[in-house]
């Protein structure tokens, strides 16, 4: 079984928490600082991305929330998890059941690779749907 990787965003601070962080059921996070555990004391301030089991043609890990250059496409786009599945949704909205994004796998992976995400690059997101 592949095992789970994620990472974490403070949006307080505005920075990458060490990759020693643990999630557990009721959504509390946790993680060592030189051998020290901490627990967070405030879920909403952290954003956890998970892996998508996906590297980019550079070898990069893809994350939900990153932002995906694929030569197949137009324009960059952000990938999500929505509805049980990681998708491509371009500009800035949040997905929707009617308009959900395209499904974003492996070939599409392969295409293309990670120029940022959204939370240090959100500039690099067109505002609206481009013509493909």
């Excluded at 600082?33 to 980019?56: A, C, I, K, M, N």
């Amino acid at each position: 079984m592949e095992k789970i990787k994620f990472r974490v965003w403070d949006k307080k601070d505005s920075w990458w928490v060490s990759p020693n962080v643990v999630l557990d059921y009721s959504g509390l996070l946790f993680w060592s600082f030189g051998g020290e555990v901490r627990l967070s004391d405030d879920p909403e301030r952290y954003d956890v991305q998970l892996f998508t089991g996906f590297l980019d043609r550079n070898g990069k890990e893809i994350y939900a929330e990153n932002i995906f250059k694929s030569r197949s496409r137009v324009s960059p786009f952000r990938i999500v998890f929505f509805n049980g599945a990681f998708r491509g949704l371009y500009g800035k909205d949040e997905p929707t059941m009617d308009m959900p994004g395209f499904l974003f796998d492996n070939y599409e992976a392969s295409d293309g690779e990670v120029i940022g995400n959204i939370y240090e690059h959100k500039h690099l997101l067109e505002e609206k749907c481009p013509k493909e």
